[in-house]
C-alpha cells in the first residue's frame, strides 16, 4: 500500500471520530515447560473500534501487529519475532486500560545447527495503569506502563520442539481512543 493511501486511511478514521490506535513496545523474559529461559522484545502497532456508540465509549476491540526478536531459552540463539491478536480494550477511567484477546506468533529461529521455525497460539491479559492521560473531547490519549500475563503453546517446524510457554511482558504503551461524546 502507498504512504499516500496509509495516511488517507488513518486520517479517514480520525475525522470519522471511532477508533483505538495503539503503539507498544514491550520486553518479555519467557520461560518455556522445559524450565528453559529467554527473552522477547517487540514493537506493535494496533488499530480498532469502539463497541460502543452512544457517549464516550470505554469498549474497544482492535487488531495489533508485532515485529521484534530475542533470545530463544532452548537453544541460547537469536530469533526473529513476528505475531499477530485480537484484543478487547476496557477504558476502566480513571486509572487503568486493561487489554486481553488472542494471539498469533511466529518465530523464527537462528541455530546454526538446525534452524527453527516455531508457531504459537495463545492468550494474555493486561493491566496497564495509566502515566499520562490526554482528555480532549471526542478523544483521549494515554500514556501506559505496567504488566501482561501471556500463555502460549508453540508447534515446531521441524516437529518434535513444540512446548509451552509462559511470559511477563512489560509494556510500555500509547493508546489513542476515540468515539463522540
Same mark, same amino acid.
Given at each position: 500500500?502507498?504512504?499516500?493511501?496509509?495516511?488517507?486511511?488513518? #486520517? $479517514?478514521?480520525?475525522l %470519522? =471520530? #471511532?477508533?483505538? $490506535?495503539?503503539?507498544r513496545?514491550?520486553?518479555?523474559?519467557?520461560?518455556?515447560t522445559g524450565?528453559h529461559?529467554?527473552?522477547?522484545?517487540?514493537?506493535?502497532?494496533?488499530? %480498532?473500534?469502539p463497541?460502543?456508540? *452512544?457517549?464516550?465509549? *470505554? *469498549?474497544?476491540?482492535?487488531?495489533?501487529?508485532? !515485529?521484534?526478536?530475542?533470545?530463544?531459552?532452548r537453544?541460547?540463539?537469536?530469533?526473529?519475532v513476528a505475531?499477530?491478536?485480537?484484543?478487547?480494550?476496557?477504558?476502566?477511567?480513571?486509572?487503568l486500560?486493561?487489554?486481553?484477546?488472542?494471539?498469533?506468533a511466529?518465530?523464527?529461529?537462528?541455530?546454526?545447527?538446525?534452524?527453527?521455525?516455531?508457531?504459537?497460539?495463545?492468550?494474555?491479559?493486561?493491566l496497564?495503569?495509566? !502515566? !499520562?492521560k490526554?482528555?480532549?473531547?471526542?478523544?483521549?490519549?494515554?500514556? #501506559?506502563? %505496567?504488566?501482561?500475563?501471556?500463555?502460549?503453546y508453540?508447534?515446531?517446524?521441524?516437529?518434535?520442539l513444540?512446548?509451552?510457554?509462559?511470559?511477563l511482558?512489560? !509494556?510500555?504503551?500509547?493508546?489513542?481512543?476515540m468515539? =463522540?461524546?
Amino acid at each position: 500500500m502507498r504512504p499516500r493511501k496509509i495516511l488517507l486511511v488513518l #486520517c $479517514s478514521s480520525l475525522l %470519522g =471520530g #471511532c477508533g483505538a $490506535s495503539t503503539i507498544r513496545v514491550e520486553l518479555a523474559p519467557t520461560v518455556d515447560t522445559g524450565g528453559h529461559v529467554g527473552v522477547e522484545s517487540t514493537l506493535s502497532l494496533g488499530g %480498532g473500534m469502539p463497541l460502543d456508540y *452512544h457517549g464516550r465509549s *470505554h *469498549h474497544y476491540v482492535q487488531a495489533l501487529g508485532s !515485529v521484534g526478536g530475542g533470545l530463544d531459552g532452548r537453544t541460547a540463539s537469536g530469533m526473529f519475532v513476528a505475531a499477530g491478536g485480537f484484543d478487547y480494550i476496557y477504558w476502566a477511567e480513571p486509572s487503568l486500560d486493561v487489554r486481553f484477546g488472542a494471539r498469533f506468533a511466529y518465530r523464527a529461529i537462528q541455530d546454526a545447527v538446525s534452524p527453527t521455525k516455531l508457531y504459537g497460539l495463545g492468550s494474555h491479559l493486561a493491566l496497564l495503569p495509566l !502515566v !499520562v492521560k490526554g482528555d480532549s473531547g471526542w478523544s483521549v490519549a494515554h500514556l #501506559c506502563l %505496567g504488566p501482561e500475563l501471556r500463555l502460549e503453546y508453540l508447534w515446531s517446524d521441524p516437529a518434535g520442539l513444540g512446548r509451552g510457554m509462559f511470559s511477563l511482558p512489560l !509494556v510500555l504503551e500509547i493508546n489513542a481512543l476515540m468515539a =463522540g461524546d
